[in-house]
């Protein structure tokens, strides 16, 4: 406990939920702590409701969506939800990709003609409730705003069926002082010849469509009908990222600077070792510079495996953090994820400062060296004002079959106590 409470943010963990996996989480009004999750319960996936800030809950319905199209399906999982209190509007996000009837990932390979169909698929949708989700507009594609973009070429260099761009459940909304809305994406993009760019590593293998970040800002109309969006420039990293960035998080700094951090990865072959990477924008997201590694105040990097992670400043203290797997040694592609960790983030010069650095969750030795503390959804408590993730452990298992290892499949919660 000293260890936490040294760094001044104390973890408090308590179960969720038996046998089960959060998807989606926020609140559905800004005055009253109702929560809503999209959840996977064993071998069902539903909505449930709790009215007393995570107390009881009770379901409320089906979470799939799925729509059969030929041979195909198209899908819409894990939504994400953003209250917007200059409108007074709650707003519904969700990212539709088709999937082909061979499923999910049939390029995890070095097979370069394997490009999965999501890859060129992926369209992010929305709709407006202003009843605490009782009830929904229709849903409407966001598409940038300018006569030369529709439903097809959607946004500047993103076309349907040729390539993607995703904001789905681990990604979220900021919204800025002004009221003006940032959406961070990650997307698969295109070469000047209207090809998917797939990058080589340093021996020469085409492993995977490399993907970059960018943001859509959105400013309402003014009759409060609907957002007019535009996107900014593509973040491209440097070469030796070989899988590009993704999973973009981004934070407002005191001075109204925008810091974007981002996934990175680099294959097992390649010297440098992963990192997170940040870029920053002056101008409220429209234009983003060079991307760049997390590091420490002395230039040395954050470790970080090819993984989610989080940037968003907390309304308690005005602090940025960002939520993260931070290792204490160089590593490589997607491993290990662990310990994960929340660290503050200096907001002048954008580094990682370690005298922060507090463990949420870390491996036990009930574990083997497969586990992940991946992939899950973070809030800000409303009554207290500290953010809180919602974790369930889990296996490296997807790539590397019948790793041993006791996994508790359930879903904690996890409430960092920061300082005021």
């Known amino acids: 406990m000293c260890a936490q409470a040294c760094t001044g943010i104390v973890v408090e963990k308590k179960l969720h939920e038996k046998d089960a996996f959060v998807r989606s989480m926020g609140y559905l009004s800004p005055e009253k702590p109702i929560l809503r999750e999209a959840i996977e319960l064993g071998d069902k996936f539903v909505y449930r409701v ?11 319905g089906d979470a799939n969506w799925d729509e059969q199209r030929g041979e195909c399906k198209a899908e819409r999982r894990g939504p994400v939800l953003h209250y917007d209190s200059n409108q007074k509007v709650l707003i519904e996000f969700v990212t539709e990709q088709v999937y082909g ?19 060129r698929t992926g369209r992010i949708f929305y709709h407006f409730s202003r009843d605490e989700g009782k009830s929904w507009t229709e849903y409407k594609q966001l598409i940038q705003a300018g006569s030369q973009y529709d439903d097809k070429h959607w946004a500047e260099g993103i076309y349907y069926e040729k390539n993607a761009a995703s904001f789905d459940e681990l990604l979220r909304v900021t919204q800025l002082r002004d009221g003006t809305l940032v959406i961070p994406v990650h997307l698969i993009y295109l070469d000047a010849d209207g090809k998917l760019v797939k990058h080589a590593d340093r021996f020469g293998e085409f492993i995977w469509p490399r993907e970059a970040c960018a943001t859509f800002v959105g400013r309402w109309k003014k009759d409060g009908s609907d957002i007019d969006w535009e996107m900014s420039n593509i973040v491209d990293p440097p070469a030796h990222v070989s899988a590009g960035v993704c999973e ?3 934070a407002e700094m005191e001075n109204g600077t925008l810091m974007m951090l981002m996934r990175g990865g680099t294959c097992a072959w390649e010297s440098i070792p992963s990192v997170k990477l940040f870029t920053v924008s002056k101008d409220g997201g429209r234009s983003w510079g060079p991307a760049v590694p997390l590091t420490y105040p002395d230039g040395s990097f954050v470790y970080s495996p090819a993984s989610c992670s989080n940037l968003f400043r907390c309304s308690k203290n005005g602090k940025v953090y960002a939520i993260a797997n931070i290792l204490p040694e160089p590593t490589r592609q997607s491993d290990p994820r662990y310990p994960l960790k929340i660290v503050e983030i200096d907001q002048e010069y954008f580094w990682a400062l370690p005298e922060t650095e507090t463990v949420i969750a870390d491996r036990e030795p009930r574990h083997s060296s497969g586990v992940r503390f991946s992939n899950w959804q973070r809030m800000e408590d409303q009554l207290t004002g500290n953010p809180v993730i919602y974790l369930t452990e889990a296996m490296i ?24």
């Open 50 to 60: 709790s009215e007393d800030n995570g107390k009881t809950w009770k379901v409320t």
């Open 397 to 420: 298992d997807t790539i590397i079959p019948s790793t041993e290892g006791t996994l508790i499949p359930d879903s904690y919660r996890y409430e960092m106590v920061v300082p005021d």
């Open 101 to 119: 009837p061979e499923g999910d990932y049939p390029g995890f390979t070095p097979n370069v003609d394997a490009t999965p169909l999501q890859a």
């Open 248 to 250: 973009p998080a981004v």
